[in-house]
Structures are given as structure tokens and as C-alpha cells.
Nanobody
């Protein structure tokens, strides 16, 4: 089965931090770029961070300097450390492959992040 399970979301005040985790069930996890996406109500889903199998990272301009993506291939996990959270970060956050045929094809339930001012 192909599964993506996100966790770690919650409600925090502006300026706070959260660490999101995702476990991906796939035998090719270690060779694929992984990403974190988010979708706010009435908004398009957007890619906020990605990390290649070699550890190269990219971030959306809106989160640069505040979010850090990392991965642990031995555990089939990808993480998103979110610091200095802003109300604009409020969204459902999803992990997914950002490379190859699996990219955007399967989605987990996501994890809700709510930031209050």
C-alpha cells in the first residue's frame, strides 16, 4: 500500500513553534524528493518546502528562514520544523513525493496547523 500519514499539528500563538512529522510507506522513499504542502480554506495547495534524496532543500519565499525540512530515510520519515509561526501559516499541511510518478497522486489526511494572533 502507498500511505502518507502526517502528524504534529495543533493550535499555537503567533511566534510559536511546531514540528510536523510524516511517515511514507514506500519502498522507493530513499531515492525521491519529498515535500511539505499546505492548503488554507479557499486557497490553492502550495509547496512550502522540499528535500532531495541528497539533502538539498528548497523553501517557498513565505517560509524561508522560519521553516526547516529534514528527512530520515531509515525511518521513511520527513519532518518540518516550523518556527516564528504567523497567522498566515494556518492551513492543513500535507507531505508528499515531489518527484516521479507518485508526486501528488496520493494524499494523506494532513495535519491542521492553526496560528492565532
Amino acid at each position: 500500500q502507498v500511505q502518507l500519514v502526517e502528524s504534529g499539528g495543533g493550535s499555537v500563538q503567533a511566534g510559536g513553534s511546531l514540528r510536523l512529522s510524516c511517515v511514507a510507506s514506500t519502498g522507493i522513499f530513499s531515492i525521491l524528493t519529498m515535500g511539505w504542502y499546505r492548503q488554507a480554506p479557499g486557497k490553492q495547495r502550495e509547496l512550502v518546502a522540499s528535500i532531495t534524496s541528497g539533502g538539498r532543500t528548497n523553501y517557498a519565499d513565505s517560509v524561508k528562514g522560519r521553516f526547516t525540512i529534514s528527512r530520515d530515510d531509515a525511518k521513511n520519515m520527513v519532518y518540518l520544523q516550523m518556527n516564528s509561526l504567523k497567522p498566515e501559516d494556518t492551513a492543513v499541511y500535507y507531505c508528499n513525493w515531489d518527484q516521479g510518478a507518485l508526486s501528488g497522486r496520493y494524499w494523506g489526511q494532513g495535519t491542521q496547523v492553526t496560528v492565532s494572533s
